[in-house]
């Protein structure tokens, strides 16, 4: 089974930034669906950030300009450039993979464990 470990999650002031970084085993990140999610515990999972199918990227309005998302697909890691950091963006972050079931569409089939980030104002 794939496996998706996370990684480069910290404390950090508003106005720092981080770099989440997320490894893969036994899963080719440039076979389908990308992305970085959001959740805290007893709330909704949200996405960061996309690579679909197709190649297009997605952000989510509150992160576009400050957050970049990028694949190695010779390291086989997928990346999360976090910059301008704020206090709203605290939550426990997931690299999730999957298949593209269309030009837009993806079925998220892999999860890892999740690195927290938390910014103090």
């Known amino acids: 089974a794939a496996q998706l470990e996370e990684s480069g999650g910290g404390s950090v002031q508003s106005g720092g930034s981080l770099r989440l970084s997320c490894a893969a085993s036994g899963y080719m990140f440039s076979s389908g669906c990308v992305g970085w999610w959001r959740q805290a515990q007893g709330k909704e999972r949200l996405y960061v950030a996309i690579?679909?199918?197709?190649?297009?990227?997605l952000y989510r309005d509150s992160v576009k300009g400050r957050f970049t998302i990028s694949r190695d697909n010779v390291e086989n890691t997928l990346s999360l450039q976090m910059n301008t950091l704020k206090p709203d963006d605290t939550d426990q972050y997931y690299c999730?993979?999957?298949?593209?079931?269309?030009?837009?569409?993806?079925?998220?089939?892999?999860w890892g464990r999740g690195t927290q980030v938390t910014v103090s104002s």
């Open positions: 999730a993979a999957g298949t593209a079931v269309s030009a837009t569409g993806c079925q998220w089939q892999h």
């Open positions: 690579i679909r199918g197709d190649g297009g990227i």
